[in-house]
């Protein structure tokens, strides 16, 4: 790039969460300097700390002195999470057009031009989704399989790979997600109800540059119930009709066991009977009560209206 002009309000933002990415900020900074200076436009790169307690900062500041008019480092005054980070980085952009990634180098920055492309085709929000083999435990790739077809069904948001962190969004798009002030919702999400016009597209998928993964089984299955009950009214519906349904069964049971009563006397041993389908019908209501507290508990956070994080430090523009 033959200069960075314009830089309060460059035509592109890539937003970065990092946390505890000590081993890869060295080759992650390097790629992305690299593509972005190809792209030939004026660019930011948003870097996330969250609460990282090893380097992390300490390298992330070495780019930032090394390149200042490309780097802003937002520092996080503890751990508030990939959602809380990448929200954050969302407030702080000064582009028109913002990219989204993960600091894993599991999409590697080499395929920013792609969603690039897409954009300047007229598309306000641009998808991706894994190409070929998944680099991730086996276990990771079947529960996002699993969770896929869910949401899709459940929510009607039609995303291919939802664990798949880069995507391209335009301006309007982060404003009206940033507007919406959802505590828990999925970005993705959101900006797929946003937009007006939407893609997909295919990313290589690399190994993990180096070190473990974050996100666990209990972060995939939070995220679910965050879909589930962020975007949509259908598991307390489904909920109330199976309910219904074990109302009537229950209700052809005491006609049966009633008329038994009187036409062939007393079951001395359906007692056992009796308890498991109490148990049964106990087992459901506490799935219910579970259910209901999913939604109870969202509202519960918005109203408590604390911060999402707090920022300890924002280091730009050479300050």
């Known amino acids: 790039m033959d200069s960075q002009k314009n830089l309060d309000h460059p035509e592109l933002s890539i937003v970065v969460p990092a946390y505890n990415e000590e081993p890869n900020i060295d080759e992650l900074c390097s790629r992305l300097v690299a593509v972005l200076e190809n792209t030939h436009r004026t ?9 990282s307690q090893d380097n992390s900062l300490q390298k992330l500041l070495e780019w930032y002195k090394k390149y200042p008019k ?11 999470g990939h959602h809380n980070a990448l929200w954050a980085g969302f407030e702080h952009v000064r582009g028109d057009v913002i990219i989204s990634m993960d600091a894993d180098l599991q999409n590697p920055p080499e395929e920013l031009p792609k969603l690039l492309e897409k954009v ?19 276990w990771r790739d079947w529960a996002s399989k699993i969770d896929n077809k869910l949401r899709g069904k459940i929510t009607d948001i039609r995303m291919s790979d939802q664990g798949c962190m880069l995507r391209a969004y335009r301006r309007s798009i982060i ?8 505590y828990t919702a999925f970005i993705p999400a959101l900006a797929y109800k946003f937009a007006s016009k939407y893609t ?42 199976f309910g219904f349904t074990l109302s009537g069964f229950s209700l052809l049971l005491v006609i049966y066991m009633f008329g038994r009563r009187i036409f062939i006397g007393p079951e ?11 148990f049964f ?14 939604y109870v508990g969202r509202m519960y956070q918005i109203l408590q209206k604390r911060p999402r994080y707090i920022l300890k430090h924002l280091y730009e523009d050479g300050k």
């Open 175 to 182: 404003e009206a997600i940033i507007r919406c002030g959802d």
């Open 268 to 278: 001395a041993e359906g007692v056992f009977t009796l308890f498991a389908l109490m």
């Open 200 to 241: 997909e597209i295919g990313m290589r998928h690399a190994p993990r540059f180096q070190g473990e993964t974050k996100y666990g089984l209990y972060y995939l299955l939070r995220t679910h119930f965050d879909l589930m009950t962020g975007f949509s009214l259908v598991p307390l519906q489904l909920f109330t009709l």
């Open 281 to 294: 019908m106990v087992s459901v209501a506490i799935v219910g009560i579970g259910l209901i507290g999913e």
């Open 70 to 80: 490309y780097f802003r480092i937002l520092d996080f005054n503890g751990n508030f």
């Open 43 to 51: 660019f930011e790169i948003v870097i996330v700390n969250d609460g």
């Open 120 to 138: 300047d085709e007229g598309y306000d929000y641009v998808g991706s989704y894994r190409l070929g083999k998944r680099q991730d435990a086996k």
